[in-house]
């Protein structure tokens, strides 16, 4: 897959979750096989206002590349100016642009899904920033606003007009949220009615389920999201139900990562939300997420994990 200079030698690419794709889980999914990772959303007026919370969310290192930052926002100026400031201050590969995110506090802000109501707008922002941008430009949304709506192949065919380098298609319109049926045949009409990559997403629980989306609408990769915590294992080709032993091998290198990167002390909470995501499903996993849940320090919680590997391995 090609984006302007970037190639992608492998389909499955790691969507962007709020709270969940730092910089350690993305280098954790890089390790297992995602192509390219995709940021937390950034917000274009704490880059432009130079809030330290935004900032530290654009921590990366050489290794985890290619990386695609993740900007929201609804004022094409304060947009485009951000898109400079980012290719000034990391090394970043591309930049996203979020027109699907349906949660109501950015909705109310004119962002996210919001955008998709107000294509003139959408397009507005797409051009500030590819002219302010040094790397391909991205642009992730939905199906449309809602089942009367389904306006993705026009708002695709916008953003290839306006320079996007790859769309992605969340097959879900605002009002299904999170929870509604995926239609994969708005992301087959979206490749058919464009030149540039699409990627489809929505849904995708395996590996082999993402390569069947593939075939059967055509799109260029797979975006995976909530099935990738507690399962990095779904980016290697071929990868099946993972089994206790490979989820707590995985969550241990997690938490290496965390340690590497991260004051651990402070994100404790943050981590043992995502070290819950390991044991989801197993037997005897809710005792087991008890247990990690009563550590009172990082290094407790790496002590109780070595421990649960080993018991594995005896």
């Known amino acids: 897959m090609q984006l302007n200079s970037l190639t992608l030698d492998k389909p499955f690419i790691l969507a962007p979750l709020a709270g969940y794709t730092d910089l350690a889980f993305r280098l954790l999914c890089r390790e297992y096989g995602a192509a390219l990772c995709y940021s937390e959303m950034i917000s274009s007026h704490g880059l432009v206002y130079r809030q330290q919370n935004t900032f530290d969310l654009l921590q990366t290192v050489a290794e985890e590349r290619p990386v695609n930052m993740q900007l929201f926002g609804a004022d094409p100026e304060i947009m485009g100016e951000a898109a400079a400031i980012l290719c000034e201050t990391v090394a970043v590969d591309c930049i996203d642009i979020n027109m699907g995110c349906p949660v109501k506090k950015v909705i109310k802000r004119g962002a996210g899904c919001a955008l998709m109501r107000d294509p003139q707008l959408a397009e ?70 464009v030149g540039i990559p699409v990627i489809g997403n929505g849904d995708i629980e ?12 055509g799109c260029d990769g797979v975006m995976i999201g909530r099935a990738a915590l507690g399962n990095p294992q779904i980016f290697k080709p071929g990868a099946m139900m993972p089994s206790r032993q490979s989820r707590l091998t995985a969550l241990k290198r997690h938490l290496e990562l965390i340690a590497r990167f991260f004051p651990v002390e402070r994100v404790l909470a943050k981590t043992k939300n995502h070290a819950g995501k390991y ?23 790496q002590q109780v994990v070595e421990g649960f590997l080993g018991q594995e391995l005896s």
């Open 124 to 193: 507005q922002i797409i051009r500030k920033v590819v002219a302010n941008a040094k790397v391909p430009v991205t642009v992730k949304f939905r199906s449309g606003w809602n089942h009367h709506t389904i306006t993705a192949v026009a708002f695709a065919r916008m953003a290839e007009e306006a320079g996007a380098s790859l769309v992605t298609v969340h097959a879900r319109t605002w009002t299904d949220g999170f929870s509604g049926e995926v239609d994969w045949g708005v992301i087959r009409a979206v490749k058919q009615a």
């Open 206 to 217: 395996s590996h082999h389920e993402g390569e069947k989306m593939m075939r059967e609408t």
């Open 279 to 301: 044991l989801k499903g197993l037997h005897g996993g809710s005792t087991m997420r008890a247990r990690l849940y009563d550590c009172k320090d990082f290094a407790e919680l």
